[in-house]
């Protein structure tokens, strides 16, 4: 069981942290007669920023990050 700490926004609810939520699982939803400051509301990191582009699906991805460099100065340096 996973317990996540979020408002609502007036349209939609929100987490602070990132959930992972399998497809139709059943959630628990309690609506407190407390209130989130807007400018209270947590910022979001650098790291929670990236961390939503990141591309976990992909097969290798280590492999690839390893020669990227590499591959980029060799696409960028090569002579026509």
């Known amino acids: ?7 609502f926004d007036g349209n939609t609810i929100r987490t602070f942290d990132r959930v992972t939520a399998k497809k139709n699982q059943k959630v628990v939803i309690t609506f407190l007669d407390e209130f989130v400051d807007e400018p209270v509301l ?12 990141a591309k976990t699906d992909i097969p290798n991805i280590e492999d690839l990050e390893k020669n990227a460099w590499g591959k980029a100065a060799e696409k960028k340096h090569e002579t026509p």
């Open 1 to 7: 069981m996973l317990n996540a700490d979020g408002y």
């Open 42 to 53: 947590r910022k979001k990191t650098a790291r929670g920023i990236l961390n939503e582009f």
